[in-house]
């Protein structure tokens, strides 16, 4: 399908009676009649309700919208065309995936963030030379929450303009919604295609300048820690890294600050005193000091409040989690990550929770809404992904040149602002089965966003003794030579002499993240087996002698 203007727009808003001011092309809306006319190179289509244009150009097409009197909500952009029926559909996730990425059958119905990807054949088969992939997609970044919808009689796009659950109010503000990207890619993979089509929808990607990877000490300690066990997991990782070209990160996770998983920030709790000298402590061992953080919390679950800010810091559909929009949060979250990089000296930031805390919904609950209706953030007048956008980049602009891990945050939102993403749920120190289906899903379907987005992280080996390690050096393995960052949460005196060695190879082959792995039976399973390593058809066995155990480990 080749780019052009839609052949049926809408542009719903918050006034009565339609709620939408919409036309395809030629007919009356609500609010008069609407006036198509081309100026300047671009498409407009006015009424007294709102305004939409299209400018098309150099196989991009901008989108920008406003509203005059009413809170803007949503534009549809709908192309009409026949589109293939013996392909396959892909779509994105709007943050982690959570072991439910999967190529389907055309579901009319079905709702994919960011792009989606149609396509014939099998990457299983090595002839590429019928195959066929057509992407429609948006560039990373844009001013709307958006999501497609594919059926045989064409292609939707919906941008979400909303604030929060309710209007924006722009006021004849016009807003660059999104630029639209439509690529056809032939005699190729499918793999091959969508590495391509995020490179367009990405063409400056922030990237660390350095390899990363190195230990996160949750997957063990799952909150349970201190100084001294800090300082021992940064030997054992020095230890296993000393041949590496690079110096490694040790991640400190949720558990050093006075409440779990909550506020506040500014200092550590009984078995973390001195926060400082515990990062200088890690760099004198080699290592770079790392940190945990979930700026947007005060209360978690409804408990008491942790610190006493003003009661308009809030969000209005939540009084435990701070709005991302009011200029007082903003400066409490640029003097937070000051803190935590240029007072104490920490040279990572995994900062958590943020999708969550903002929108009030993991991943796996959003389908044509990232939020429910009926609340709006203080700044009425930005869209919620001009008020995501806005609170990573001072996150970024204030981190001193610390790298910035995202964990539950927007995949296409963070592009440009973070380094790393964690692209799907947690992988688990005790549950093999999660491992398997989070982080092998998760590996499989987003790294064709590595070092096109961003660094692709898909999350940590879990090393406790619950999981047999023949399993988990596969999904080692897999890690270490995917070309990602690799990290590892290793409890001390698990390991033997052998294992030791292969968790060392693996450091020192993610140390130098020069691999390239391809799964090729992505498009027939959810949990892909079989890889292109460097070129080489490798296979991964995921399964216990039992199969897969999500249900029985209960019983």
Known sequence: MKLRIPDYVALYHTGEPENKLITPWGARFGGGKEEFYNTDGKSVLECEN????????????????????????????????????????????????????????????????????????????????KRFTECFGVKVCPNAMCFWQYDTEGVTLWLDIRNGGSGTELKGRMLECATVLFKEYKQTSAYKALQA????????????????YGSNNWYYAYGKSSHEEIISDTKL????????????????????????????????????????????????????????????INGKDGSERKIEVPESWYLSRNDRTFDPSHPEVLEYVKNTTQTLTKKWGYELIKHDFSTFDIFGKWGFEINDKITNDGWSFYDKKKTSAEIVKNFYSVIKENANGAVIIGCNCIGHLCATYHQLNRTGDDTSGFEWSRTAKMGVNTLAFRNCQNGRFFMSDADCVGITGAIPWELNREWLMALSQSGSPLFVSCKPGILGENELKELKSAYEIASRQADELIPLDWMETTTPEVYLLNGKTVNFNWYTKRGNESFSQWL
């Open 237 to 296: 990782l020095m230890k296993m890294c000393e041949n590496c070209e690079n110096a490694p990160y040790m991640v400190i996770d949720d558990g050093w600050q006075p409440n779990p998983v909550d506020a506040p920030w500014h200092t550590g709790n009984e078995r973390f005193p001195d926060m400082k000298a515990l990062a200088d402590t890690m760099r004198s061992l080699g290592a770079r000091p790392g940190i945990w953080v979930r700026y947007l």
């Open 197 to 212: 089509f995020c490179s367009e929808m990405c063409p400056e990607p922030y990237l660390p300048d350095h390899k990363v």
């Open 50 to 129: 709102g305004k939409i244009v299209f400018e098309l150009q150099n196989d991009e097409l901008n989108v920008l919208a406003t509203t005059f009197e009413y809170g803007a909500k949503y534009v549809q952009l709908r192309w009409n065309e026949k589109t293939r029926k013996d392909v396959k559909i892909l779509g994105d996730a709007y943050e982690r995936g959570y072991g439910d990425l999967q190529w389907q059958s055309i579901r009319p119905e079905r709702c994919m963030p960011w792009y989606i990807a149609a396509s014939n054949g099998s990457d299983s088969e090595r002839d590429y030379s």
